[in-house]
């Protein structure tokens, strides 16, 4: 018996490599879910489910969970960005929700951060804030009038 994944009313089975899942009705875009790192068979299927997303929901927007992508690879990020791309040709975009470090990691070395936006549960742990440096006091730097100039 295959996987089930249950979201909201609808249950779908999960059929193995890049399957997706249900959308999500209401004020939340509806969702892609992906299983395992897509190859590049599964990419028309997830692009024609996108596509059905876009169309059933009116959305213009599509949230692409991806969190349970273990291992991401170059063919991860092709097919994520052909989804961008299928999403965008409707006039609608893809964003990410869950990525993991990997992940984001492939979308910075890539150059695609910006093509493909993550969503605000995309990050694991808590974020990094810069740290908070104090001025020194009491040290003052002047030119000296027989210091050369550079």
Do not use: F, K, W
Not at 29 to 35: A, E, F, G, I, R
Not at 82 to 101: E, F, M, P, S
Not at 120 to 132: L, N
């Amino acid at each position: 018996m295959p996987d089930l994944e249950a979201t909201g009313r609808d249950v779908v089975p999960a059929a193995g490599r890049g399957c997706t899942g249900p959308s999500e009705a209401g004020p939340e875009p509806p969702t892609l879910v992906v299983y395992d790192a897509p190859g590049r068979g599964d990419v028309p299927e997830l692009c024609t489910r996108l596509r059905g997303l876009l169309a059933a929901a009116g959305a213009d927007e599509v949230v692409c969970d991806v969190g349970a992508v273990a291992r991401p690879d170059a063919t991860t990020i092709e097919a994520l960005a052909r989804l961008q791309l299928n999403a965008r040709r409707q006039g609608g975009q893809v964003t990410l929700r869950h990525a993991g470090r990997q992940l984001r990691e492939l979308l910075a070395l890539t150059g695609l951060c910006d093509v493909l936006p993550l969503s605000a549960g995309s990050a694991d742990g808590p974020q990094r804030q810069p740290e908070q440096r104090e001025q020194p006091v009491g040290v003052e730097e002047s030119d000296h009038p027989t210091d050369p100039v550079t």
